[in-house]
């Protein structure tokens, strides 16, 4: 490196409406502008999932972060090159889209931020303080629609894996395909799946059919591929067919699929509304679906209860709650949104049946002589054979019910599963 160069960081967040754009794009784009203009882009950049239970979340609740080599004086010449890219193609139009660009100087991040970061991910954080560490670390900034956007936008300038990371290569579409129907070779999927197993997930889903590399929005995303190490993958994506060119591709490293939302508490009081949470209690109710094929039961905990769902998209996770029973000692992980009317409710996202609850019932001893099920001679009093009339006193006879669910690991669907749900059987890197 020469003695010339100094380091950049740029976040990003909050470009995309349900209409259209994608914030990855925008940072492939911003990535690609600052190239041209001589910053160097130093690593992959980031791409970071927010807190899930966000109510001011857009889409996916990511937001952007990479860091670049560049001419030392150069380093505002760069930031004005990111915010035109930004003004041009967020979303400006629609009212809850809140853009923000922000420049941090150096390749190091304060402790205050990378906290602040770790934090985005699991809590909702305000606005102020994100203008506050912008001040005290000299952040340059711009944000469209209010201010909104800076939180994301800081979040991703110092976000640093705390859970571990996974990598998604998105590729992208040109812009007369924006809107269109994405046409994707059923069976490249089904083979790059097959040939990249040990590396990607989340490619396909064999039970309902469904590719799961494309995206239904009318974003720039053709399709995005997410893997567990990033050698694979572009390999992997240069083995699909489409019927349209590859406009251009990126491999970001990202927080998907490492729980990093999640907050284990111990007690139910220790939930707070808009986080995720994992907690172990017990089965208070039997389970019950209703209408919407929404399933719901209650856990209980130190004298506290709450109510767990497993809404209508979660599909056949539902059938695995309909088999539990009170009694039933589990480990869940949900997030809480608190809705006016309805009781407090965990929305969950995987379960853990520790121990099933054994269930049965008593019944009278069998005929020693001669086989038949005895009857009872009333409290206490011994049984009788119907058949030839042997007598005899004794406990009753318990047969235990044999239980259908059995102690292990239950999670949704990959289409109902959150960015950052990690699949039980995922070895993510840390
Ligand atoms: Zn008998």
Same mark, same amino acid.
């Given at each position: 490196?020469?003695?010339?160069?100094?380091?950049?960081?740029?976040?990003?967040?909050?470009?995309?409406?349900?209409?259209?754009?994608?914030?990855?794009?925008?940072?492939?784009?911003?990535?690609?502008?600052?190239?041209?203009?001589?910053?160097?882009?130093?690593?992959?950049?980031?791409?970071?999932?927010?807190?899930?239970?966000?109510?001011?979340?857009?889409?996916?609740?990511?937001?952007?972060?990479?860091?670049?080599?560049?001419?030392?004086?150069?380093?505002?010449?760069?930031?004005?090159?990111?915010?035109?890219?930004?003004?041009?193609?967020?979303?400006?139009?629609?009212?809850?889209?809140?853009?923000?660009?922000?420049?941090?100087?150096?390749?190091?991040?304060?402790?205050?931020?990378?906290?602040?970061?770790?934090?985005?991910?699991?809590?909702?954080?305000?606005?102020?303080?994100?203008?506050?560490?912008?001040?005290?670390?000299?952040?340059?900034?711009?944000?469209?629609?209010?201010?909104?956007?800076?939180?994301?936008?800081?979040?991703?300038?110092?976000?640093?894996?705390?859970?571990?990371?996974?990598?998604?290569?998105?590729?992208?579409?040109?812009?007369?395909?924006?809107?269109?129907?994405?046409?994707?070779?059923?069976?490249?999927?089904?083979?790059?799946?097959?040939?990249?197993?040990?590396?990607?997930?989340?490619?396909?889903?064999?039970?309902?059919?469904?590719?799961?590399?494309?995206?239904?929005?009318?974003?720039?995303?053709?399709?995005?591929?997410?893997?567990?190490?990033?050698?694979?993958?572009?390999?992997?994506?240069?083995?699909?067919?489409?019927?349209?060119?590859?406009?251009?591709?990126?491999?970001?490293?990202?927080?998907?699929?490492?729980?990093?939302?999640?907050?284990?508490?111990?007690?139910?009081?220790?939930?707070?509304?808009?986080?995720?949470?994992?907690?172990?209690? +017990?089965?208070?109710?039997?389970? *019950?679906? $209703?209408?919407?094929?929404? =399933?719901?039961?209650?856990? /209980?905990?130190?004298? #506290?209860?709450?109510?767990?769902?497993?809404?209508?998209?979660?599909?056949?996770?539902?059938?695995?709650?309909?088999?539990?029973?009170?009694?039933?000692?589990?480990?869940?992980?949900?997030?809480?949104?608190?809705?006016?009317?309805?009781?407090?409710?965990?929305?969950?996202?995987?379960?853990?049946?520790?121990?099933?609850?054994?269930?049965?019932?008593?019944?009278?001893?069998?005929?020693?002589?001669?086989?038949?099920?005895?009857?009872?001679?009333?409290?206490?009093?011994?049984?009788?054979?119907?058949?030839?009339?042997?007598?005899? +006193?004794?406990?009753?006879?318990? *047969?235990? $019910?044999?239980?259908?669910? =059995?102690?292990?690991?239950? /999670?949704?669907?990959? #289409?109902?599963?959150?960015?950052?749900?990690?699949?039980?059987?995922?070895?993510?890197?840390?």
């Amino acid at each position: 490196m020469q003695d010339s160069s100094s380091f950049i960081k740029i976040g990003v967040d909050d470009t995309d409406s349900p209409d259209g754009m994608c914030t990855t794009y925008v940072m492939h784009k911003i990535i690609q502008a600052v190239g041209e203009k001589g910053g160097k882009l130093y690593g992959f950049p980031n791409l970071v999932r927010l807190n899930p239970s966000c109510p001011y979340k857009t889409r996916g609740n990511a937001a952007l972060s990479a860091t670049f080599a560049v001419n030392a004086g150069d380093e505002r010449k760069h930031f004005d090159v990111a915010t035109d890219i930004v003004l041009k193609l967020s979303e400006i139009s629609h009212p809850r889209t809140n853009p923000a660009v922000l420049m941090l100087k150096g390749r190091d991040v304060p402790v205050d931020i990378v906290e602040f970061s770790r934090s985005a991910v699991k809590r909702m954080l305000s606005v102020e303080s994100a203008i506050r560490l912008m001040k005290k670390h000299d952040i340059a900034g711009m944000a469209i629609n209010g201010p909104r956007g800076m939180v994301g936008a800081m979040a991703a300038l110092g976000y640093d894996f705390p859970s571990g990371y996974t990598y998604e290569i998105i590729a992208y579409r040109s812009e007369g395909m924006w809107g269109k129907p994405r046409i994707v070779d059923r069976e490249s999927v089904i083979k790059m799946d097959m040939q990249t197993r040990s590396c990607t997930f989340d490619n396909y889903d064999y039970t309902s059919s469904e590719i799961k590399i494309a995206p239904h929005t009318p974003c720039p995303v053709l399709v995005g591929i997410r893997a567990i190490d990033y050698q694979c993958l572009e390999t992997a994506l240069k083995s699909l067919k489409f019927e349209e060119r590859v406009a251009g591709y990126r491999i970001y490293k990202t927080n998907q699929a490492t729980d990093d939302h999640i907050i284990p508490v111990a007690g139910i009081e220790q939930i707070e509304p808009y986080t995720s949470v994992t907690i172990e209690a +017990t089965v208070k109710n039997l389970p *019950k679906t $209703e209408t919407g094929g929404h =399933t719901f039961l209650y856990i /209980e905990k130190n004298g #506290r209860e709450l109510r767990l769902a497993a809404y209508e998209p979660t599909k056949q996770f539902r059938n695995i709650i309909m088999q539990l029973r009170p009694g039933d000692r589990v480990r869940v992980y949900g997030s809480y949104n608190p809705k006016d009317g309805e009781p407090e409710t965990l929305n969950l996202e995987k379960i853990e049946v520790l121990e099933v609850a054994q269930y049965g019932r008593l019944s009278n001893p069998v005929c020693p002589v001669c086989g038949h099920r005895m009857k009872s001679e009333g409290k206490e009093k011994g049984y009788q054979c119907p058949k030839c009339r042997y007598r005899m +006193t004794g406990p009753k006879e318990f *047969k235990p $019910e044999k239980r259908v669910i =059995t102690a292990g690991v239950y /999670e949704v669907p990959s #289409r109902a599963r959150r960015h950052l749900s990690k699949p039980f059987n995922l070895a993510v890197k840390k």
